[in-house]
C-alpha cells in the first residue's frame, strides 16, 4: 500500500518570503511525484510534475526529488497572499496523495 | 475545452436511499478515479479505473460501487447510503498524473 506523507501545518511564511513544502513516500518504486493546490472549497489544480533526481523550476515554483531519501519538495519564492492554499502532494500509480499542508501568506 | 464535469454539486438525502454521482470527462483519458475529502483526512481514494471495464478498490471502497463501460463515464453507485458517507466527492481523470478533478459533489445523508 503506497503511502504519502505530509505535514498538515498551518505553514506560515512572511509574504516576500520562501515557502518550503515537504512530502515523503513509501514505495521506492514510484517514479513521478506531482504537486496540486487547492483553494478553500475547490478542486485541486496541477501546479508542477517531476520524475528525475534534482531540481525542476517553472516560475516562483521549484519542486525537488530525492529518490535515495524518498522524499519531494516543493519550494515557493517570492511568496503572495494568493499563494495562501493546501498544498497536496501525489504519486502514481494510482494516483495517491498525501493528506496536504495548509499554507498561509501573511501580509 | 478540457473538463471533467460531475453531477450533482450539492445533494442531500436520507439513509439508505440509492444514488448515483455521474461523472463524465472529454479528454479521452484512460485513468479516472473517484476521492472522498473529510476534513483533516485528505484526499482519500475510493475507487479507480486503468481503462474501460477494468476497476480497483482504493483505500476507502466499503459502501460504494462503480462501473466503466465507456472510456468517459464512471459513476459512483452508493447502494444504501449512510450518514459517515457524508463527504464532500471529487472524480478526476489523469494523463500520467496529471490529473483534471470535477467540481465536486457535497453529499449530506441525513
Known amino acids: 500500500q503506497k503511502e504519502v506523507e505530509q505535514n498538515s501545518g498551518p505553514l506560515s511564511v512572511p509574504e516576500g518570503a520562501i515557502a518550503s513544502l515537504n512530502c515523503t513516500y513509501s514505495?521506492?518504486?514510484?517514479?513521478?511525484f506531482f504537486w496540486y493546490r487547492q483553494y478553500s472549497g475547490k478542486s485541486p489544480e496541477l501546479i508542477m510534475f517531476i520524475y528525475s533526481n534534482g531540481d525542476k523550476e517553472d516560475g516562483r515554483f521549484t519542486a525537488q526529488l530525492n529518490k535515495a531519501s524518498q522524499y519531494v519538495s516543493l519550494l515557493i519564492r517570492d511568496s503572495q497572499p494568493s499563494d495562501s492554499a493546501t498544498y497536496l502532494c501525489a504519486v502514481i500509480w494510482p494516483l495517491i496523495f498525501g493528506k496536504g499542508t495548509r499554507l498561509h501568506i501573511l501580509p | 475545452e478540457a473538463q471533467v464535469t460531475q453531477n450533482p454539486r450539492y445533494l442531500i438525502t436520507v439513509t439508505g436511499k440509492k444514488l448515483t454521482v455521474t461523472c463524465s470527462q472529454n479528454?479521452?483519458?484512460?485513468?479516472m478515479s473517484w476521492y472522498r475529502q473529510d476534513p483533516g483526512l485528505g484526499l482519500r481514494q475510493i475507487y479507480y479505473s486503468m481503462n474501460v471495464e477494468v476497476t480497483d478498490k482504493g483505500d476507502v471502497p466499503e459502501g460504494y460501487k462503480v462501473s466503466r463501460k465507456e472510456k468517459r463515464n464512471f459513476p459512483l453507485i452508493l447502494e444504501s447510503p449512510s450518514p459517515n458517507q457524508t463527504s464532500l466527492y471529487f472524480c478526476a481523470s489523469s494523463l500520467s498524473g496529471r490529473a483534471f478533478f470535477g467540481q465536486g459533489t457535497r453529499l449530506t445523508v441525513v
Open positions: 479528454m479521452n483519458h484512460e485513468y
Open positions: 514505495d521506492r518504486g514510484s517514479q513521478s
